[in-house]
T-cell receptor, first 111, second 115 residues
Framework: DAKTTQPNSMESNEEEPVHLPCNHS???????IHWYRQLPSQGPEYVIH???SNVNNRMASLAIAEDRKSSTLILHRATLRDAAVYYC????????????FGKGTKLSVKP | DAGVIQSPRHEVTEMGQEVTLRCKPI?????LFWYRQTMMRGLELLIY??????IDDSGMPEDRFSAKMPNASFSTLKIQPSEPRDSAVYFC?????WGQGYGYTFGSGTRLTVV
């Protein structure tokens, strides 16, 4: 399975942008990049996904490197509510399409 | 839309007892997933269903675990007999499709403590 590497933890200040990195050097051409987050005492929450092009939605932006070996989840203005564990997940075709979680990045947001 | 609904939110039971966790997926979602989360192992996929039929149960840890989906709006995960090492948070998720382009909606989980 293609794997991802994320920092264990990051800190941010409230109302500042946050860039959460993810390395996936063994990504295959058909793997999608998904991001989920898990707030304390809650289930994981879908954030965004993409294949090759950068993606934007109301929650975040996903910037994908040209060689697709890394990606960055961008929160444009962090709030205290964004403190969570963020998971970067590759989803392949067929049996590789299951949503398999790694350890993620724990984001702390300081007021 | 009420989202994925799980019950109970918390369950404390004695070792050896039967435990049943319940899940109501989002209406119209054809896929249902059960996950377990522990500090040691993180989030693990246990089993998933498509149109009420179990597709892959390779993540179910032991025969003590069983899952059913009698209809499109209800699923159960049963542990019989329960053991202390089953203590974890169990999440149910549903999706309108399976595969790369689909996102999952998770419930709030059931925190199980087996004493």
């Amino acid at each position: 399975d293609a794997k991802t590497t994320q920092p264990n933890s990051m800190e941010s200040n409230e109302e500042e942008p946050v860039h959460l990195p993810c390395n996936h050097s063994t990504i295959s051409g058909t793997d999608y990049i998904h991001w989920y987050r898990q707030l304390p005492s809650q289930g994981p929450e879908y954030v965004i996904h993409g294949l090759t092009s950068n993606v934007n939605n109301r929650m975040a932006s996903l910037a994908i490197a040209e060689d697709r070996k890394s990606s960055t989840l961008i929160l444009h203005r962090a709030t205290l509510r964004d403190a969570a564990v963020y998971y970067c997940i590759l989803r392949g075709r067929g049996s590789q399409g299951n949503l398999i979680f790694g350890k993620g990045t724990k984001l702390s947001v300081k007021p | 839309d009420a989202g994925v609904i799980q019950s109970p939110r918390h369950e404390v039971t004695e070792m050896g007892q039967e435990v049943t966790l319940r899940c109501k997926p989002i209406s119209g979602h054809d896929y249902l997933f059960w996950y377990r989360q522990t500090m040691m192992r993180g989030l693990e996929l246990l089993i998933y269903f498509n149109n009420n039929v179990p597709i892959d149960d390779s993540g179910m840890p032991e025969d003590r675990f069983s899952a059913k989906m009698p209809n499109a709006s209800f699923s159960t995960l049963k542990i019989q007999p329960s053991e202390p090492r089953d203590s974890a948070v169990y999440f149910c998720a549903s999706s309108s499709g399976w595969g790369q382009g689909y996102g999952y909606t998770f419930g709030s989980g059931t925190r199980l403590t087996v004493v």
